[in-house]
């Protein structure tokens, strides 16, 4: 069984029907997703719609990233909504339909909350690999991390995990379209929302996929094959 995670997605459609398309998963294989489905893109709704379906396929686990918990509380908790609402970027909800996002958000039906709140999970974990939206500090076992620092954790604050694992993440966005390896954390949100990637990184040969928010592909090889 071969393992493929996908970074930072927020709303772009198009990107992500692309890299499903070009990346060469077999039902067998692990399919994971790093979270940050919402916020920032043109297609929230469209993205929901594709992983609330794509969720019943076997050996597929969805995390839930730092925007996808805020767009949760700003639903839940009113006086969250301003805090969700000055970091989703402009028109996070266009997606939906018409009106502004006070009354767009009261339009995102119940199959899009089940699957942010119930589907999604927070990390996810085996014998080589520990996977979280944004960070883990490196002396705590996901377990025992608390899980705002699992979603809000920034690349600059990685350090080597004592589990010896490697820690697979998204989060902390790579304006250069790069895939940021530190050996003890590889970062793949490589900037979809800046331009850039959507990426796909396949953790036995550690061949990797790009899309562009155009849905252009391109691939190639992060590490030479061990």
Not at 137 to 165: N, V
């Amino acid at each position: 069984m071969k393992t493929f995670v996908i970074g930072d997605i927020h709303g772009y459609l198009r990107a992500l029907d692309a890299l499903l398309d070009a990346v060469p998963f077999g039902p067998d294989d692990l399919l994971l997703f790093l979270g940050d489905y919402v916020d920032k893109g043109p297609d929230t709704k469209g993205v929901l719609d594709r992983l609330a379906n794509f969720s019943s396929r076997p050996n597929t686990v969805f995390l839930r990233g730092n925007h996808d918990q805020m767009l949760l509380d700003a639903h839940l908790d009113p006086d969250k909504y301003s805090i969700w609402e000055s970091l989703a970027g402009d028109d996070p909800l266009a997606s939906y339909g018409s009106g502004d996002s006070s009354e767009l958000i009261e339009q995102i039906p119940e199959s899009h909350w089940h699957f942010l709140a119930q589907t999604c999970v927070d990390f996810l974990e085996d014998e080589r690999f520990i996977f979280v939206h944004a960070g883990i500090r490196s002396h705590l076992s996901p377990q025992e991390e608390d899980t705002d620092h699992l979603h809000w954790l920034t690349l600059s604050m990685a350090q080597p995990h004592f589990s010896h694992r490697t820690v697979i993440c998204g989060h902390s966005a790579q304006a250069s379209g790069i895939i940021a390896d530190l050996g003890h954390t590889i970062c793949i949100d490589t900037g979809i929302s800046k331009g850039k990637f959507l990426t796909c990184l396949e953790l036995g040969s550690f061949h990797y996929w790009q899309s562009s928010p155009e849905g252009r592909i391109q691939d190639g090889l992060l590490r030479a094959k061990p």
